[in-house]
């Protein structure tokens, strides 16, 4: 209908206020018929049906770019930050134990020594390039950047000293070991913390129900099904192929998303476990262990073995408080559902608590100025050794470490691969709903022709 | 729609209207009866899956650091009077955690974390507060805030609250102390120059040094740092922790002094390598005229094998204009885990030590510790008490340490900048403030 001089040249407002009322009377008028109630009907479907489409297809959409970020980014980057803590917690123990050895042992724990180094050296390097310029976690990073080569400086004056014969060397090797110990590694954990904790609200993001999409959908079947239902009323007739097309479209699309999205978060939340038994539980308990260790040894460098030997006892709290029942072992105690991964942890307390008793047998020795056997004891290979028991404690916790490692790699795969063609098929299938909707209406309305 | 239930109800009425009356008496009978039947499997299913609290454990579990979780220890003597109020329980049982506060709190960091539900209760340095519970790792106690806030000393109860909610209820408090030499000292100095002018002479007559403190790089040496920023007026953060105030004038008069004392021979020999036990071995043999430390050295002082008793006093510390004084406030919180599994019963259990007279009586006379709650302090017996009076003097200008989530790497990093500046490092005392600045801007703004 073109627009009358008179119309046109009324001003703009009134002219658009005219014609939303002149629409809002047409559809009045179609819906006092039912032909137009048939139009408004199959308009709304395909709308309803297409806006489900997008919302659900964004939904899973969002949750599995979430899942390829812990599985790219923020997956490794918690793993990067407890093996820098863990490489700098074993470089400390190392050197302490070389102090103790005599020269022809020691090109083993050089080579681990600079391994160690290295590895922290990369890790927060790669941390660096990930957390970019500002913050708290950016000034953590340099921070332990900028005393990582204060801190090599030292042990290389101290290893200087003692092959000198000099006295200084123990004392300078405490000075290294201190500040490793009370100012790196502290800032090491804030480090590990935070990674952790994005890595939780990413977990949360990627986990989340999608709402949206389900009650969206559930409103598509509802006005499908009430259109059929009003149809039948009118027209007594039970099957319109279009619009059962269409219901099986979103039913399909429902029980598809809902299977798989359980599927997927199964595997999500296996993945989390996995990743959560390393940075709470096992890794914890590696860091204990090595820390337990250095404190260990530098009780029987240095004379007031008093401060060292309370340390120790910390820390094999730390690592497994009463037993097993608390500490970082309870913690992954708590984590190992399966046999497999209970054995291995109830194998680490059995450990840790077959180190507690020869290093009981050291302290007796060093208290007794016995000093040759206590150190013999500790580093030697003594089966009822200190060294012993703490290797094998070692490698115990690093093969379940890797075990859950591979584990978190396993889960979080098969849960984006449950994700995998769930957006396109919503897609397509919310076209076929929507065109399945017009078409029996479409049928319908040409009845009234 | 509607139309089609209507119609079905009215098929069902008509059809037992239609039945003969005897035949819908017995529909009636049966229907009650499964209905009967179904509420009452209803209600034993409801009860058999129970309350966490009915089922949970019969005993709570208490971390304390080691040195008071000795059996005859102050934490089992609180504990017994517990227990003999509640002899059908739950029980308190004392867990012992290791002896230094950081490994404490790395213990209590790794359960807590995991949400294992080993301990009820925990014994929170009270500058812990903001970053367990910001972790999510303690009951919130708003529910008792009332009676806490109502019985508790003002600095006390406000190192327990973080973000708005009551976390932890006041347990004990300690202050800082100036100890002096009366021999040696008219009365004590009350700004800190005329402690330096005192101290330098005294020392240097009797060739022993001036003062001791706590210097090390550790908390304490933070908290030593902070009493002469107090001291000068200045402070980290304003009232609400929300703004860095941090004003160069006072921090730098609080880091400039520490420099100078270090240089004029003020602070004894060694002093960068002292703790509080260090300080105290100093002061006890006789070998300095002043001792910043906390209250728990007064019974080594007076005891048999001191070179000083008789021969001291204490007194607060004093300022850099004289007015006043101020401590750090030390001490510690109890609080609840929030995977325990009777937070019920904890939650009385910490009640009843924060609010209950007799435990904070027990605490100062057989333990010497702190009482937190301001009556207390009006008890003839502690009155009496030289060190219980004092600290009940200096409380009220006790000011805590921020309550902050990050504090333990605030203080790190105070320590690793006022360390040097003062002792002669080659941090120069205005880079280090800057430093420590931007820092706790920093945190201010990821808070």
Partial sequence: ?449 | MSRLAAEAASAGLSGFRGCHHRFRIRMVRSFIRWAALLTASALVAMSCSGSPEHGGGAELVWAVGAIDAKPDGSAQAVADLWNNGHPNGPMVRIEALPQSADDQRQVMAIELNAGLGGLDILTLDLVWTGEFAENGWLADLTSIRGQIREVSLPAPFRSAVWGGKLWAVPYTSDVGFLYYRTDLVDKPPTTWDDLMKVGMDAGRKRGIAPFVGQGAQYEGLVVNYLEYLWAGGGDLFDRDGKEVRFDDKPALQAVEFMRNARQTGLYAPGFSDMREEDARKVFQSGNAVFMRNWPYAYKELVSQGSKVAGKFNIAPLPTFDGNGTTSALGGNNLAVSRSSDNPKAAKEFVEFVATTPGVQLLLAKQHSLGPTMASVYGDPDLAADPVMALRGRILPQAKTRPPTPEWSEISDEIQQHIFPAYNGGREQPEEAIKAIRAFLKLTVVEG
């Fill in chain 1, 1 to 449: 209908m073109t627009p009358t001089s008179a119309e046109r040249t009324r001003p703009r407002l009134a002219r658009t206020r005219g014609s939303i009322r002149r629409q809002l009377e047409r559809i009045e008028l179609e819906w006092s018929q039912t032909p137009g109630k048939l139009r408004l009907a199959r308009a709304l479907l395909v709308f309803v049906c297409l806006l489900t489409g997008l919302v659900a297809a964004t939904s899973v959409r969002v949750r599995a770019d979430a899942q390829r970020e812990i599985d790219r980014r923020t997956g490794p980057l918690s793993s990067n930050a407890i093996e820098t803590y863990r490489s700098l917690a074993d470089a400390d123990a190392t050197v302490a134990t070389e102090f103790l050895l005599g020269r022809n042992e020691l090109s083993d724990l050089r080579a681990r020594y600079d391994a160690d180094i290295g590895r922290a050296a990369s890790s927060l390097a790669r941390a660096g390039t990930q957390a970019g310029e500002q913050g708290l976690t950016a000034a953590r990073i340099a921070d332990i950047s900028a005393l990582l080569p204060i801190y090599t400086g030292l042990v290389e004056q101290a290893r200087a000293n003692h092959s000198r014969g000099s006295s200084e060397g123990v004392p300078s090797l405490r000075q290294a070991s201190d500040l490793m110990q009370s100012t790196i590694l502290r800032r090491a954990e804030a480090l590990m913390r935070n990674e952790t904790k994005r890595l939780d609200s990413q977990y949360e993001r990627a986990g989340s129900v999608p709402v949206s999409a389900l009650v969206l959908g559930a409103v598509n079947l509802a006005v499908l099904l009430s259109v059929q239902v009003l149809l039948f009323f009118k027209t007594r007739r039970v099957f319109n192929a279009g619009l059962l097309a269409s219901t099986a479209a979103v039913l399909g699309v429902l029980l598809w998303g809902m299977m798989v999205f359980s599927m997927s978060h199964q595997d999500l939340e296996r993945s989390h476990q996995h990743s959560q038994s390393v940075t709470d539980g096992l890794g914890q308990a590696q860091i204990a262990s090595l820390q337990a260790r250095g404190s260990e040894v530098l009780s029987l460098l240095a004379v007031d073995s008093g401060s060292y030997e309370q340390g120790f006892s910390a820390r094999m709290a730390r690592l497994s408080r009463n037993d097993g029942a608390g500490g970082a072992l309870g913690v992954a105690r708590s984590f190992a559902k399966d046999g497999e991964r209970r054995a291995s942890v109830e194998a680490a307390v059995v450990e840790a608590r077959a180190w507690l008793t020869a290093h009981g047998r050291v302290s007796l020795l060093r208290d007794a100025k016995r000093y040759e056997e206590a150190v013999a004891l500790a580093v030697g290979n003594d089966r009822a050794g200190s060294a012993t028991a703490f290797n094998q404690l070692d490698t115990t916790l690093a093969t379940a470490v890797a075990l859950e490692r591979t584990a978190f790699d396993r889960d979080i795969g098969q849960s984006q691969g449950a994700l995998a063609g769930l957006p396109a098929g919503t897609v397509l299938l919310a076209c076929v709903s929507a065109a399945g909707a017009a078409r029996g209406i479409g049928q319908r309305l040409e009845e009234y022709r």
